[in-house]
C-alpha cells in the first residue's frame, strides 16, 4: 500500500526539481543520485565533477541550474498535497518492487486510489484500441478464469483492450491499475471517466506525469515502460502490424519479463502483430488462458484467496432486470430503443447500464448499442 506522505517537503522538492530538469530521464536522474547520494546533493554538486560521470555531458546536465526547476517542483507539491495524492521514490519500500528493477523506471511515481500490489501476482494486458467481439470476448474469459489466482490487472486505460480488461477486473473483484499517459488532474480518454471511480475504489491509477504536463501522444509510449516494467508478464490480446502494444511487449522483453500472444487467422488485421510476436520468438502463444498459471508456475495452494464457486446468479435492481430481459429476448439494442420499450428516460438509463456493463451482464456496442452477455 502506498503511503501518501513517505518523506518531508525538504526531501521531497529536490527529487520533483531533479524530475523536472529537460533532458535529463529517470536513467540519467538515478545516475546523478548515484554519483552524489540524493537529489538534493546532485543540485550541490559542482558542474566540473558532474561532467566527470560516465555518460553526463554539459547540454544533458545545462538545464539542472535553472531556479524555476525548484519553483515548478514547488508548485508541484502543492497540486500533490491539495489532492491528497500518493507517490513513492524509487528507493522507497512502497515502490513497486518490479519496477525498481527496470533502469528507466520513474525516480518518482505518483498514484490516486488503492493500490496495494505488495507480494501480489501482476499481469499486463494490452491490445488494440479496436478490439473485435472476439477479441473482447477472450480478454473477458482470460481475467474471469485467472480470477482464481487473485492477480492484479494492470493496463493504460485507453480505447479497446485497455479499458475491456480494467472492467473486467471489476467484474471480478480483482485489484486493477491504469497507467496514465498525463497527469493526474486529467482523464483521458474523458468518456472513460465514468469508470474511475470503479477502478480507484479496486485499485487505482499511476503516473510519471505531472499536472503541467502537456497532453502529448508520444507520452502514451513513455507511459508502456511502466505497463511493462508493474508486471512479471505482458499478455497482448490483438494488435495490428504497428501498435503500441508492441512496443509495450518490446519493452516488456527488454526487462526479460515474459510476454504472451494471442494468435489469429493471417487474415485478420487485428491479429498480424500477435502472429508476428509469435513467429519471431518474442512471444509465448496464448491459446487458452490455463497457460498463463502453468507457464508463471502459480500454485494454488499458495494462494491467501479462497477458491469459491462462480456465482450462477447476478444481483440486479428491478430496472436492470427489466433491461436484461429485454435485450436477452431481443438481441442487440439501440439506447433509444431500449428507453423507449423499457419507459426508461434517457438520463436514468445510462446509469444503470454502465452499473450492468459493471456487473457483467450488458456489454456495450459501437454505435450506441448493447447487447445481453
Given at each position: 500500500?502506498?503511503?501518501?506522505?513517505?518523506?518531508?517537503?525538504?526531501?521531497?522538492?529536490p527529487i520533483l526539481a531533479l524530475q523536472h530538469v529537460p533532458k535529463i530521464g529517470a536513467t540519467t536522474a538515478k545516475k546523478l543520485i548515484a554519483?552524489?547520494?540524493?537529489?538534493?546533493?546532485?543540485?550541490?554538486?559542482?558542474?566540473?565533477?558532474?561532467?566527470?560521470?560516465?555518460?553526463?555531458?554539459?547540454?544533458?546536465?545545462?538545464?539542472?541550474?535553472?531556479?524555476?526547476?525548484?519553483?515548478?517542483?514547488?508548485?508541484?507539491?502543492?497540486?500533490?498535497?491539495?489532492?491528497?495524492?500518493?507517490?513513492?521514490?524509487?528507493?522507497?519500500?512502497?515502490?513497486?518492487?518490479?519496477?525498481?528493477?527496470?533502469?528507466?523506471?520513474?525516480?518518482?511515481?505518483?498514484?490516486?486510489?488503492?493500490?496495494?500490489?505488495?507480494?501480489?501476482?501482476?499481469?499486463?494486458?494490452?491490445?488494440?484500441?479496436?478490439?473485435?467481439?472476439?477479441?473482447?470476448?477472450?480478454?473477458?474469459?482470460?481475467?474471469?478464469?485467472?480470477?482464481?489466482?487473485?492477480?492484479?490487472?494492470?493496463?493504460?486505460?485507453?480505447?479497446?483492450?485497455?479499458?475491456?480488461?480494467?472492467?473486467?477486473?471489476?467484474?471480478?473483484?480483482?485489484?486493477?491499475?491504469?497507467?496514465?499517459?498525463?497527469?493526474?488532474?486529467?482523464?483521458?480518454?474523458?468518456?472513460h471517466k465514468k469508470y474511475m471511480g470503479a477502478i480507484e475504489k479496486h485499485g487505482g491509477f499511476f503516473t510519471d506525469f505531472w499536472s503541467s504536463d502537456s497532453f502529448d501522444r508520444k507520452n502514451f509510449l513513455k507511459r508502456n515502460r511502466i505497463?511493462?516494467?508493474?508486471?512479471?508478464?505482458?499478455?497482448?490480446?490483438?494488435?495490428?502490424?504497428?501498435?503500441?502494444?508492441?512496443?509495450?511487449?518490446?519493452?516488456?522483453?527488454?526487462?526479460?519479463?515474459?510476454?504472451?500472444?494471442?494468435?489469429?487467422?493471417?487474415?485478420?488485421?487485428?491479429?498480424?502483430?500477435?502472429?508476428?510476436?509469435?513467429?519471431?520468438?518474442?512471444?509465448?502463444?496464448?491459446?487458452?488462458?490455463?497457460?498463463?498459471?502453468?507457464?508463471?508456475?502459480?500454485?494454488?495452494?499458495?494462494?491467501?484467496?479462497?477458491?469459491?464457486?462462480?456465482?450462477?446468479?447476478?444481483?440486479?435492481?428491478?430496472?436492470?432486470?427489466?433491461?436484461?430481459?429485454?435485450?436477452?429476448?431481443?438481441?442487440?439494442?439501440?439506447?433509444?430503443?431500449?428507453?423507449?420499450?423499457?419507459?426508461?428516460?434517457?438520463?436514468?438509463?445510462?446509469?444503470?447500464?454502465?452499473?450492468?456493463?459493471?456487473?457483467?451482464?450488458?456489454?456495450?456496442?459501437?454505435?450506441?448499442?448493447?447487447?445481453?452477455?
Amino acid at each position: 500500500m502506498f503511503t501518501l506522505r513517505p518523506m518531508t517537503k525538504d526531501l521531497l522538492i529536490p527529487i520533483l526539481a531533479l524530475q523536472h530538469v529537460p533532458k535529463i530521464g529517470a536513467t540519467t536522474a538515478k545516475k546523478l543520485i548515484a554519483y552524489c547520494g540524493s537529489a538534493e546533493a546532485v543540485f550541490k554538486e559542482k558542474k566540473s565533477n558532474l561532467l566527470k560521470i560516465d555518460g553526463i555531458g554539459s547540454i544533458t546536465i545545462e538545464g539542472l541550474f535553472d531556479k524555476n526547476n525548484f519553483e515548478e517542483a514547488e508548485k508541484e507539491l502543492q497540486f500533490i498535497n491539495d489532492n491528497n495524492l500518493g507517490y513513492s521514490y524509487f528507493t522507497d519500500t512502497n515502490y513497486p518492487e518490479r519496477l525498481k528493477h527496470c533502469i528507466d523506471g520513474p525516480i518518482l511515481l505518483f498514484q490516486k486510489g488503492n493500490i496495494n500490489i505488495k507480494n501480489k501476482r501482476i499481469i499486463s494486458i494490452v491490445g488494440t484500441r479496436k478490439i473485435t467481439t472476439s477479441g473482447v470476448a477472450f480478454c473477458e474469459r482470460l481475467i474471469e478464469e485467472l480470477s482464481t489466482y487473485n492477480p492484479v490487472i494492470v493496463s493504460g486505460f485507453a480505447y479497446g483492450t485497455d479499458i475491456t480488461a480494467h472492467k473486467a477486473a471489476v467484474k471480478n473483484n480483482l485489484q486493477t491499475i491504469g497507467c496514465l499517459a498525463h497527469g493526474l488532474n486529467q482523464v483521458y480518454p474523458k468518456v472513460h471517466k465514468k469508470y474511475m471511480g470503479a477502478i480507484e475504489k479496486h485499485g487505482g491509477f499511476f503516473t510519471d506525469f505531472w499536472s503541467s504536463d502537456s497532453f502529448d501522444r508520444k507520452n502514451f509510449l513513455k507511459r508502456n515502460r511502466i505497463i511493462a516494467g508493474l508486471s512479471e508478464a505482458t499478455i497482448v490480446i490483438e494488435s495490428a502490424e504497428k501498435g503500441g502494444s508492441l512496443v509495450t511487449a518490446d519493452i516488456a522483453n527488454s526487462y526479460n519479463r515474459d510476454v504472451f500472444a494471442v494468435p489469429g487467422r493471417t487474415t485478420d488485421s487485428q491479429s498480424i502483430g500477435c502472429n508476428n510476436l509469435i513467429k519471431a520468438n518474442q512471444a509465448h502463444l496464448l491459446s487458452n488462458p490455463i497457460d498463463i498459471p502453468y507457464l508463471l508456475n502459480w500454485q494454488l495452494e499458495d494462494l491467501k484467496k479462497p477458491i469459491t464457486q462462480k456465482k450462477l446468479f447476478i444481483d440486479l435492481e428491478s430496472d436492470e432486470k427489466l433491461i436484461y430481459n429485454y435485450l436477452r429476448d431481443n438481441d442487440k439494442q439501440l439506447l433509444d430503443n431500449i428507453a423507449t420499450n423499457c419507459n426508461l428516460p434517457s438520463y436514468k438509463l445510462a446509469g444503470l447500464l454502465l452499473n450492468m456493463e459493471l456487473k457483467g451482464v450488458v456489454r456495450p456496442l459501437p454505435g450506441k448499442w448493447f447487447e445481453a452477455i
